[in-house]
């Protein structure tokens, strides 16, 4: 059963439309406000991967895919939705900005959901007239595919604003991860910064090119990672004394200056002529679109393989499935 029906879009970037994707394949009638030029060319890029995604992932009957309307303005696009997802640029002053022509034209009961990747939804809120409504629901890219967002709230975050938005999201089948406590960039961004800042400082030391972190990723922790994480990683390197033999057996070696976590490499021309040009010539052969497809083919076949073990996201895949399988032989 769906538990909305409607549902507005402010932002139909990368992220914006990744959102409208897992929407209206589930069967929710979506209103996107976006003033690019070319934003309808840009959704419908995403879309035409989406569905090439969707008729792949699941053997169970796809809902009748929910419709798209594209806005002249935001109070057009939040009138009468449920859920509204803001996706604009990072800066909280036009966040802010937003959210009051958002509140403005919205339902009083309607949820306000951010995809920001690291502002404390505390400083999203502040000066709205109803911050109860508001939540920060960070997902991940490609958001039609990758079952995970993150549920922050902020200091005047209703509670049952975070357990509503936990049961929408689980219903279009994604994985709602509660972040209890508010801090900047959450939990995911967290990690994945403390990899990325690395990877750029073994670049620029000429250890590594790009192409050879990426192959220390996907052929390495990589795929123990996409079904275990990190801490049954660890806990199976243990060995049968498990964890605590881990820590006790590598812990010291957290004192060895191993890593460059604290220092942040200058970000100069020279850098990012590096580190685009050694990307270029990784994968530059290909554009954008291509490599969307081949990474969505690998992440289903991924998400096919745990399912079949009933495992990680393979679960969540499962869950999804027979959620389908009941709205088929219930359409009401």
């Known amino acids: 059963m769906k538990l909305i029906d409607k549902a507005a879009i402010v932002g139909g970037g990368v992220i914006g439309a990744g959102w409208i994707a897992r929407l209206i394949e589930n069967g929710i009638d979506v209103k996107v406000y976006d003033p690019a030029d070319d934003a309808e060319h840009k959704v419908e890029a995403v879309l035409k991967n989406s569905r090439h995604a969707y008729a792949k992932l699941t053997s169970a009957p796809r809902r009748s895919e929910g419709s798209i309307s594209f806005c002249v303005s935001i109070a057009e696009a939040v009138a009468d939705a449920e859920l509204i997802v803001e996706s604009v640029p990072e800066r909280l002053d036009i966040k802010q900005a937003v959210y009051a022509e958002i509140e403005a034209a919205a339902a009083t009961d309607a949820i306000i959901a951010s995809s920001t990747s690291g502002i404390m939804p505390s400083d999203l809120q502040a000066k709205m007239e109803h911050p109860e409504r508001l939540l920060v629901g960070h997902p991940f890219n490609p958001v039609y595919l990758l079952p995970l967002v993150e549920l922050v709230g902020g200091e005047k975050t209703a509670s049952v604003t975070i357990e509503r938005a936990g049961e929408i999201y689980h219903s279009l ?159 009401a």
């Open 173 to 331: 089948g994604m994985h709602p991860l509660h972040v209890k406590k508010e801090i900047e960039a959450f939990i995911a961004d967290r990690l994945l910064e403390a990899i990325w800042r690395e990877s750029l400082w073994l670049v620029k030391d000429g250890i590594a090119t790009t192409r050879d972190i990426d192959d220390a990723v996907r052929y390495g922790f990589g795929l123990r990672y996409a079904q275990m994480g990190v801490f049954d990683t660890y806990r199976v390197a243990g060995g049968e004394a498990g964890m605590r033999h881990f820590m006790e057996q590598f812990g010291p070696c957290l004192k060895w200056p191993w890593t460059k976590l604290m220092d942040v490499p200058e970000f100069t021309d020279e850098l990012v002529d590096l580190i685009a040009g050694q990307s270029d010539e990784q994968s530059g052969y290909m554009n954008i679109r291509e490599m969307e497809r081949i990474r969505d083919d690998n992440l289903i076949a991924i998400l096919h393989g745990l399912k079949g073990n009933n495992w990680g996201a393979g679960k969540t895949l499962a869950r999804y499935e027979q959620h389908l399988m009941e709205a088929a032989n219930d359409p």
